[in-house]
């Protein structure tokens, strides 16, 4: 059987309530505890956007010029919703998180290597069967996700890499139809039956043929 691995990108309070958020972000959470609470899941990966206090005066921040990924603070920290679902549902060596100071983190790509290693060390899938799958959920769909996604495809090229649509939010809902657009082109792209488990709606899979 093909093990799992659910990745929460970005789901900060800042992206959520915060300077950074919208009301499509607040409506995704429910989407991404409820992912976590299925408990299919072998491991989960939570990256953090992490900035240092200098972060005005990096080319990102002149762009974005909103203080933001300051360890410490209340907008840092991931949603209380999706913290208790984790907890609930996964042992403590089987949550890790990457802090990345950029949209994209190499550090989060060789993780998933190791896991990928891990796993085809194991040889649990059958025959035809994908060893692994890395769902994403989280914010922003334009930036950090698709990101991400580009991580994934090329540190694990031969895993099954999807997308929970509902489970992801961008700057607006045009943004994140053109997120989900462009990472449909990475590999082959097809939309998933929708899921029946909790309220997940649907899943874009990111596959090569």
Known sequence: ??????????????????ALGNKECEAAVKNIVAAAESGEYYKVIITKDTHTADY???????RLPILHGQEGTAGYEIHPDIVKAVREQYAPENVITVKK??????????????????????GEAAEGEYPMEVDFTGFCTGICVLSNVVMAKAYVPEARVCVIENACACVTPQTHQTAIAAMGQIGRAHVRTPVTHNNLVCRLLLEKK
Request: glycine share 8%.
């Open 1 to 18: 059987m093909a093990k799992k691995v659910l990745v929460i990108t970005d789901a900060q309070n800042e992206f959520i309530t915060g």
């Open 56 to 62: 005005l005066d990096t080319q990102e921040g002149k």
């Open 101 to 122: 100071p950029t949209f994209g983190s190499p550090e989060f790509g060789k993780l998933l290597k190791t896991i990928w290693e891990e796993v085809t060390a194991a």
